[in-house]
Each structure stands twice: as C-alpha cells, then as structure tokens.
C-alpha cells in the first residue's frame, strides 16, 4: 500500500521588523509631502501680502504727495496775502504823513495869512518869514526858502530888491562875506520884489569848496519909501 504525503504550499514569511519599517517609510513620504505642499502655501503668501502692502504704500505716497501740494499752495497764498497787507500798511502810513506833512503845511500857511491880513497887529511894514535852509543834491549846494510879506490893512504894492549873503570863514581862518551873484550859477546880485500880499522866494546856493559858513542874512529894501526895508540873520543850520 503506497502512503500518500500531504504537501503544503509555501508561506512567505517577512520578518516583523521589515513590515514595521516600510510603515513608517510611508508615513515619512506622506509627512515630507505634505511639508513641502505646505511651504509652497507658504511662498504664495508673502508675495501677496508684499504687493497688498505696496499698493497700500503707494495709495498713502499719493495722497500725500496732493496734501503737500495743497500745503505749498496755502502756503503760496498766506504770503501772498502777507505781502499785500505790509505793502497796503506801508501805503496807508506814506498816507497819513503825507497828509500829516500837508496839514501842517496848511497850518503855517494859515498863520502865515492871519498874520497878513490882522487888524491887530501894531507894526506894520515889511516881514520875513517862513526861512528854510535844506541841503542840496550836490556838495556844498543848499537850497533857500523864505517868503516877504507886508502887513498893511490896505497897502500898496510892494517893491523892490532882495539881496542874500553869506558869512562865514575861508580855510584861511580868515571872514568872508558872498553876496548872492557869488553863490548862483546866473551871477544875480539881487531878486526882484514886487507884490501886495506876500511873495515866496525859493532858490539854489553854490558855496565854495573849504568855506565854512557860519550865517545866512536876508535884507529886503523897498523902493517905495512909505515900507522900511528888513534884515533878518539866520545861524546855518541846514535841515533835511
């Protein structure tokens, strides 16, 4: 009698410690990949902000840039007004002391007027008022101002000559006296005088270089023989 024996088949048997292995080689791919899908979030994400940033940035530079244009407008517009109102001050005072120069010209002419026409002034007879001495333009020119007038409650007119000299001393030490002819450029020893109420006379002297005047003398000699001439010294003192 032929036994017959029972074969089984094979079995593959892996060792424990391989299949432990493999597990964790899969779950480190699996960790490594979704670590890298993770970090290329991560890059896409600084770019968006950055360029959210940069627009942000440059929305604020421009609206700066229209606040400080319209900053350098007012600005523009404050000095402006600035300079308006110190040119409109620097007016309105030329203004007023023109108009102060003007009333207190009205003033002395005023006076001067009342003096000419009172009733009750004693002396009557021939007056020199008024007497300006102003430095010219030139060295060593002056102008002369002064006006003859004659109080008279009904006088005739007044006639005659104006004669002007200067005295003072030469670089010498010495006193020297200038009539008019010597001072002016028309070589005129005297001015003509001729009028009722009053007569402004106005004039330019020319002194010599290193002469150092000391006075002014005015005289004014009628030729009607009813006025008395007048003298009048006046000490140099020009005013501007």
Do not use: C
């Not at 104006?162 to 070589?187: N, S, W, Y």
């Not at 002469?211 to 023989?225: D, G």
């Amino acid at each position: 009698m032929i036994s017959l024996k029972r074969y089984q088949v094979p079995r593959i048997v892996v060792p424990g410690g391989r299949g432990r292995w493999l597990r964790l080689f899969f779950v480190l791919l699996l960790v490594l990949a979704a670590a890298w899908l993770g970090f290329q979030q991560g890059q896409a994400w600084p770019k968006g902000i950055q360029a959210i940033d940069r627009a942000g940035l440059n929305d604020s530079l421009n609206e700066l840039k229209v606040e400080r244009g319209e900053l350098r407008r007012k600005l523009a517009m404050a000095e402006q007004v600035a300079k308006v109102d110190r040119e409109a001050m620097h007016a309105v005072r030329e203004q007023i002391k023109q108009f102060q120069d003007e009333r207190l010209k009205m003033e002395e002419e005023l006076v001067f007027l009342r003096g000419i026409v009172s009733t009750d002034t004693k002396k009557e007879g021939l007056r020199i008022q008024n007497y300006k001495l102003e430095p010219g333009l030139e060295s060593g020119q002056f102008l002369v101002k002064f006006s003859v007038s004659q109080v008279l409650k009904s006088g005739p007119v007044a006639k005659g000559r104006i004669h002007i000299r200067v005295e003072g001393l030469q670089p010498d030490g010495k006193a020297k006296t200038f009539g008019l002819e010597e001072l002016t450029e028309d070589k005129t020893p005297s001015i003509k005088m001729r009028f009722r109420y009053f007569q402004n006379v106005e004039g330019k002297l020319k002194l010599p270089d290193d002469f150092k005047p000391a006075s002014l003398t005015i005289e004014v000699k009628p030729s009607n023989k009813k006025l008395a001439p007048v003298t009048e010294t006046y000490e140099w003192s020009p005013r501007a």
